[in-house]
């Protein structure tokens, strides 16, 4: 399986944070629910970090089950209005946005 996840570093806006979670609720899930090929779709909150560890305020992760599937994702029509639909919720964010894709390791 893959798992490629995106890494919100930085800060929800001061008193957005339930716009934000709504948002993403609202407009944003709908659309990653339907990339082809996506297994899972985990929406995560940061509720406490270590000390001095970056801050993650939301991180996306979905699962498909191999490399091409994933590719085909990131190509998708869905993928691209998923994105111009992204840019409401920056307006509520300050910071960046990274991604990183593993190999998840079934035992």
Avoid: C
Avoid at 2 to 21: C, D, L, S, V
Avoid at 36 to 50: A, C, F, M, S, T
Avoid at 82 to 105: N, P, Y
């Amino acid at each position: 399986m893959i798992i490629r996840q995106a890494f919100f570093e930085g800060t929800i806006h001061a008193g957005q944070e339930e716009a934000f979670k709504a948002y993403i609720a609202e407009k944003l899930m709908p659309l990653w629910l339907a990339f082809p090929g996506v297994r899972e779709v985990r929406v995560l909150y940061n509720i406490e970090r270590d000390e001095g560890a970056p801050a993650y305020s939301f991180v996306l992760s979905t699962m498909y089950e191999s490399r091409e599937a994933l590719a085909a994702a990131l190509d998708s029509a869905v993928r691209y209005e998923s994105r111009d639909v992204t840019k409401g919720l920056l307006e509520m964010f300050d910071g960046h946005i990274h991604h990183h894709v593993f190999d998840l390791a079934l035992s």
